[in-house]
């Protein structure tokens, strides 16, 4: 079963992972004049510049709003960056892996998994934000862990299936840029969902990535446990992306080598 192959291969290669978690932390600001800082100037600069649109230009009333977007925006950075890495991650490594024999899902991992330590490193904003606006640090806080989890699951089942189908048909690439805009403007980042009618409001919740956004505001802003109902839905899918993603993964990766 591929399952069991998974698990095998991840315990004989666990440390290369490591090494290429290592690799794209190192080289994805590799001739960047800040390197690293880009990960608390990027969103601290989308921060300052929407929150001077939308709380002063348009007016549009949410507590603590420079908070609120960025506990949004980080979440779906997240996301979007690893899913996309882990679309790029086979055709990106095709040199590697045409000359030896890898685990080739270990591409796809290894992205989400150097995504997730530029996120930590991003919340080092998210906390200095915090401070300078004087908002509350709830005891909640520590269960924003449930829907990053949750979301990171659901990005390695999404991104070995865009992985996939990217070896496959490069034209997925352009696609999924446009989803994902789209998805972007559908998770509530910078607007509260007050702003759909009461009966349309219901349209967030077919949204995964907004749940994790919903669950963490939870726990950072409304100092309450993540909305359990969200977190249940958000866990099911993840859970069956994942398992869809390793299925469609392990059927075609031997045919991955015909099209590099």
């Given amino acids: 079963m591929f ?20 690799r794209d932390i190192k080289g994805k600001y590799k001739d960047s004049v800040l390197g690293l ?3 608390f100037l990027n969103p601290l600069l989308t921060m300052v510049v929407l929150t001077f649109i939308f709380s002063y230009v348009f007016q549009m009333s949410i507590d603590n709003f420079p908070v609120y ?16 890495g882990a679309m790029e991650s086979i ?21 989400t998994c150097s995504e997730l330590v530029n996120f ?16 509350p640090f709830h005891p909640t806080i520590i269960f924003t862990i449930i829907p990053v989890f949750l979301l ?17 048909f490069t034209d997925i690439r352009y696609l999924y840029g446009v989803f994902t805009m789209t998805l972007m403007y559908a998770s509530a980042i910078f607007y509260p969902v007050e702003v759909l009618p009461q009966q349309y409001q219901f349209l967030f919740e ?36 994942l398992f869809i993603g390793m299925y469609i993964f392990y059927k075609y990766q031997d045919k991955f080598i ?3």
């Fill in 37 to 39: 800082l880009w990960s």
């Fill in 3 to 22: 399952d069991k192959r998974f698990i095998s291969n991840f315990t004989k290669y666990k440390f290369l992972l490591v090494e290429l978690v290592k």
């Fill in 69 to 84: 977007f960025l506990t949004g925006f980080l979440i779906f950075n997240l996301f979007n960056a690893a899913t996309n």
């Fill in 206 to 241: 077919l949204n995964p990535v907004y749940l994790a956004i919903a669950g963490a505001r939870d726990a950072i802003l409304g100092g309450i446990f993540p909305n359990i109902k969200y977190m249940i839905v958000l866990g099911i899918v993840a859970f069956v992306l």
């Fill in 258 to 260: 015909l099209y590099l």
């Fill in 152 to 168: 990171v699951i659901m990005a390695i089942g999404v991104g070995l299936i865009l992985a996939t189908l990217t070896t496959f």
């Fill in 120 to 135: 930590l490193i991003s919340l080092v904003v998210l906390v200095l934000v915090m401070l300078v606006t004087n908002a």
């Fill in 91 to 111: 055709k990106g490594n095709a040199g590697i892996i045409k000359k030896i024999y890898l685990p080739k899902y270990m591409f796809a991992l290894g992205t």
